[in-house]
């Protein structure tokens, strides 16, 4: 079984600022990992994946999160907060032994809010 | 591609009617998802398929939900009768597993019960 714990409901971060948002999973069998993001009445958009490759996985928009197998952590990260950043923002985890077949267990989902 | 295809976008309804919404999955994926989301509950993944065949349904949460998949390229979820705790946001996601295990959403229907 997996879950997903995402610390933070809400994060407010200066525009300029660096954006940390924390994701802490548990899972029995080796995971994929996932950041999406959702931007308000629109569908998830993928941010990036972790997929037992590079550790240090860069995505879309200026995004990366690093996998830490011994803090069961996958957090994201963003050097420069920009405006457009604000959305709500969702991990995920799927059994690496699926190959993702199995679908994606979500954490509640942290709102970004960038301040001007 | 045109990607995940979701209707409709809205849907109202009356408490007792029977409501199907509509998922047509991006071209070549081989596994669809329901999910639904409610502030209160957050994302929950309601059923899955792969090439076509339902393989776990526990999240559906009562009798009075059921999808189908007829083809590779469409799938239903229908709730009958529909109450109004089953408003919530759906969403249908498809992906290419084990290659790209990555879900692809589509934009989602809102689904109001009065």
């Known amino acids: 079984a997996q879950s997903v714990t995402q610390l933070g409901s809400h994060v407010s971060v200066s525009e300029g600022a660096l954006v940390l948002l924390r994701c802490n999973y548990s899972s029995s069998v080796p995971p994929y990992l996932f950041w999406y993001v959702q931007y308000p009445n629109q569908g998830l958009q993928l941010l990036l994946k972790?997929?037992?490759?590079?550790?240090l996985v860069k995505g879309i928009n200026g995004f990366e999160a690093e996998f830490k197998k011994s803090e069961t952590s996958f957090h994201l990260t963003k050097p420069s907060a920009h405006m457009s950043d604000a959305a709500e923002y969702f991990c995920?985890?799927?059994?690496?032994?699926?190959?993702?077949?199995?679908?994606?267990?979500f954490g509640k989902g942290t709102h970004l809010i960038i301040q001007p | 591609d045109a990607g995940v295809i979701q209707s409709p976008r809205h849907e109202v309804t009356e408490m007792g009617q029977e409501v199907t919404l509509r998922c047509k999955p991006i071209?070549?994926?081989?596994?669809l998802f329901w999910y639904r989301q409610t502030m209160m509950r957050g994302l929950e993944l309601l059923i899955y398929f792969n090439n076509n065949v339902p393989i776990d349904d526990s999240g559906m949460p009562e009798d009075r939900f059921s999808a189908k998949m007829p083809n590779a390229s469409f799938s239903t979820l229908k709730i009958q009768p529909s109450e109004p705790r089953d408003s919530a946001v759906y969403f249908c996601?498809?992906?290419?597993?084990?290659?790209?295990?990555?879900?692809?959403f589509g934009q989602g229907t809102r689904l109001t019960v009065v």
């Open positions: 071209s070549g994926h081989n596994s």
């Open positions: 972790y997929t037992s490759a590079a550790t």
């Open positions: 995920a985890v799927s059994p690496l032994s699926g190959g993702g077949a199995d679908g994606l267990t």
């Open positions: 996601a498809s992906s290419l597993p084990p290659g790209a295990p990555e879900a692809f």
